[in-house]
């Protein structure tokens, strides 16, 4: 089955440094992998996709995510936190079944910068 | 252009009660896929619907159903509400059924007590 996993319930980083959010995935083929965050009574936002390409996806709001195949991990990344990203991460894989698709989320990873 | 909405935003329901929660999609989008956010936990697909019939099923009992309509808007609807019921329930749209980008709603609190 095709899932992803996110090992860090939560990750803590003052702002100014870089921030690593993990994710290892479990995909039979080609991965689509996928990263979205959840603000506090907010639904989803999407932030960025990989799919096939360059291993380094840049998406929104300065965060990018890198996709490494030997390791099946795509971590999130960005090069200094700001106080506004702290929030809910997750990682997400497509499974896709005669032409429609769904995604498989990880548990999350809150994310807490602090000033 | 409004985003995906859904009504209500908070719900609070007793167990045995049924519940209709609903959901329009982005303009343009004609796939709805619901999910269910326990406390703590990820997103878990529930089912989609794609000009007017349920496409995809996820693993949960057939106390949730849904439906939608020909403006491409959805309810879901869960019979003989449980305590772990209780859950953000998101709803997503996309451009077309093989569209990978997602567009969720705010989602609906509900809680069953």
């Known amino acids: 089955a095709q899932s992803v996993a996110q090992p860090e319930d939560q990750v803590n980083v003052a702002e100014g440094n870089p921030l690593t959010v993990k994710c290892t995935y479990s995909v039979s083929g080609n991965p689509y992998l996928f990263w979205y965050v959840q603000y506090p009574n907010r639904g989803l936002q999407f932030l960025l996709k990989?799919?096939?390409?360059?291993?380094l996806v840049k998406g929104s709001y300065g965060f990018e995510a890198e996709f490494n195949k030997s390791q099946t991990s795509f971590h999130l990344k960005k090069p200094s936190a700001l106080v506004s990203d702290s929030a809910l991460y997750f990682c997400?894989?497509?499974?896709?079944?005669?032409?429609?698709?769904?995604?498989?989320f990880g548990t999350g990873t809150r994310l807490l910068v602090s000033p | 252009d409004a985003g995906v909405t859904q009504s209500p935003t908070h719900l609070i329901k007793t167990r045995g009660q049924q519940v209709t929660l609903r959901c329009s999609p982005k303009s343009g989008h004609d796939t709805v896929s619901w999910y269910q956010q326990a406390l703590g936990q990820g997103p878990q697909f529930i089912f989609q619907?794609?000009?007017?019939?349920?496409?995809q099923r996820g693993n949960f009992p057939d106390r949730f159903s849904g439906h939608q309509f020909p403006n491409y808007s959805s309810e879901l609807n869960v019979n003989a509400l449980l305590l772990g019921d209780s859950a953000l329930y998101l709803c997503a749209s996309s451009l077309d059924r093989g569209s990978e980008k997602l567009f969720f709603g705010s989602g609906t609190q509900l809680s069953v007590l």
């Open positions: 990989y799919i096939t390409g360059d291993n």
């Open positions: 619907y794609y000009e007017e019939e349920e496409r």
């Open positions: 997400a894989v497509r499974v896709r079944r005669a032409g429609f698709q769904k995604l498989v």
